[in-house]
């Protein structure tokens, strides 16, 4: 079995696994300042939307090291919540984290308890993920006890939370329980999260699996072999509506199609309470070679363009329910 820490803190430094080599190198990128944290996130070295959030928080502590005074410590705050900020706009993770980290700063503290106010800020950040991804996977596991057979999309495991995963950790926590039959792994395109990232967890956790194309759940669906569809999220809207990996909508248009609960699992953190419908939520677009590559080759012809939208939007009349750490909610009034 790897040992695949997703993210290690050293003191002055952070080592992220990078995540663009899984799974047959496994590999740590270090992180000495907060640009190298900016960069590690919008390269999607690390991923994820609360792997994200807890990465930017100890990104922002970083920035604090090596400064002298209260005020240059404020204004190395300020930089790295502003740079942080500015890498990836879906995840709310990365905002309510760099929220969290701001509301730490005092002027009443001195330099060395600022310091260190931040360290355990970020360290409780990571905390309380997995304390919320064990309570997800227990309220998950028990909502679809009946409903052996799931298809998930994208990565939500370790490696997206830090701990034992959204969607994923339902997945694992239906495993323990014995009430997991087979597990679906829509492949991802065009990162590969799902073969590259979903299967490399699901095979550490000895969890049989298969990858399908994502194209593939007309036909699983059709054949009647998925009992239940469980995925992750990006943000989640005060009615419900869901942000999450770009193809999360298809999947639930066709499981409404076939009268399959599509479930999104997430921590309440990741519901924004600032925006009343997914209209307000914004949608990365990256660059298009990654969808004119397949890994590191070119696949199109020369000159072609390509359209990359990272996530998609699914309405809340489509999702059967929405698992967090509190509760299972039928009814999305957040
Ligand atoms: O672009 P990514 O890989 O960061 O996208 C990840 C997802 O869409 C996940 O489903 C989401 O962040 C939830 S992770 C628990």
Redesign the pocket.
């Known amino acids: 079995m790897a040992n695949y820490e997703p993210l290690i803190v050293k003191d002055d430094r952070i080592l992220l696994l990078n995540q663009k080599k899984l799974p047959h190198i496994v590999e740590y990128f270090e992180a000495k300042t907060v640009e190298d944290v900016c960069f590690a996130i919008k390269d999607?070295v690390v991923?994820?939307?609360?792997l994200?959030g807890i990465a930017a928080a100890f990104g922002v502590y970083l920035s604090t090291l090596n400064t002298r005074s209260i005020d240059s410590l404020k204004e190395q705050l300020e930089y790295a919540l502003l740079c942080l900020s500015k890498t990836?706009p879906t995840?709310v993770n990365l905002f309510f984290a760099l929220d969290e980290m701001k509301k730490v700063f005092s002027f009443d503290l001195s330099l060395s308890d600022n310091i260190s106010e931040m360290r355990d800020k970020a360290f409780e950040i990571w905390d309380n993920q997995k304390k919320s991804d064990l309570m997800i996977g227990v309220n998950g596991a028990e909502f679809l006890k009946d409903r052996g057979r799931i298809l998930t999309?994208?990565?939500?495991g370790s490696l997206?939370?830090g701990g034992i995963?959204?969607?994923l950790g339902i997945i694992k926590t239906m495993n323990k329980k014995g009430y997991l039959e087979s597990v679906f792994v829509d492949e991802t395109r065009p990162?590969l999260?799902g073969s590259r990232l979903t299967a490399f967890e699901l095979q550490n956790e000895g969890i049989d699996y298969r990858i399908v194309t994502d194209n593939s759940c007309g036909i699983l669906m059709k054949k009647g072999l998925i009992d239940a569809v469980i995925?992750?999220?990006?943000r989640i809207a005060r009615n419900g509506d869901t942000a999450?990996?770009v193809g999360t909508y298809c999947l639930a248009v066709m499981a409404k199609r076939h009268n399959i609960p599509f479930i999104v699992a997430?921590p309440e953190s990741t519901i924004d309470k600032n925006i009343s419908s997914g209209k307000d939520i914004v949608v990365e677009e990256r660059d298009e070679t990654e969808v004119l590559k397949f890994g590191n080759s070119f696949t199109a012809p020369h000159g072609s363009k390509a359209l990359n939208y990272?996530?998609d939007l699914t309405d809340n009349s489509l999702i059967a329910a929405i698992v967090t750490q509190k509760q299972v909610y039928e009814r999305f009034e957040f």
């Open positions: 999607m991923r994820g939307a609360p994200i990836r995840a999309h994208c990565n939500t997206a939370t995963g959204t969607a990162y999260q995925v992750g999220a990006d999450n990996k997430a990272s996530f």
